[in-house]
Nanobody
Framework: QVQLVESGGELVQPGGSLRLSCAASGLTFSRYKMGWFRQAPGKEREFVAAIRWNTGSASYADSVKGRFTISRDNTKNTVYLQMNSLNVEDTAVYYC????????????????WGQGTQVTVSS
């Protein structure tokens, strides 16, 4: 049984930083691309960042480029999302996902999802 468990979400002030973690089990982690998506209230789920399993290359949504960094540790079966310079527009539930298809950006290209972790940016 595949499980993805996110952690690290919390309330943070604008301009602050957070690091999200996603621990995976039940799959060969090193053979899956990993992605982060987010969903704000009243909005559709959107792509945030992803990292390939083989090259380790990363891609980002324009809205987070230069502020967020995705990384993975295949020895710990964990993917991270370092978020800096947070603003109120980053408030959302953040989901990690694992996928075997080539596409990085589409939610349908991911096979497994975590339950999400809440990030709230507010003063």
């Amino acid at each position: 049984q595949v499980q993805l468990v996110e952690s690290g979400g919390e309330l943070v002030q604008p301009g602050g930083s957070l690091r999200l973690s996603c621990a995976a089990s039940g799959l060969t982690f090193s053979r899956y691309k990993m992605g982060w998506f987010r969903q704000a209230p009243g909005k559709e789920r959107e792509f945030v960042a992803a990292i390939r399993w083989n090259t380790g290359s990363a891609s980002y949504a324009d809205s987070v480029k230069g502020r967020f960094t995705i990384s993975r540790d295949n020895t710990k079966n964990t993917v991270y999302l370092q978020m800096n310079s947070l603003n109120v527009e980053d408030t959302a539930v953040y989901y990690c996902a694992a996928g075997s298809a080539y596409d990085l950006f589409a939610a349908v290209a991911y096979d497994y999802w975590g339950q999400g972790t809440q990030v709230t940016v507010s003063s």
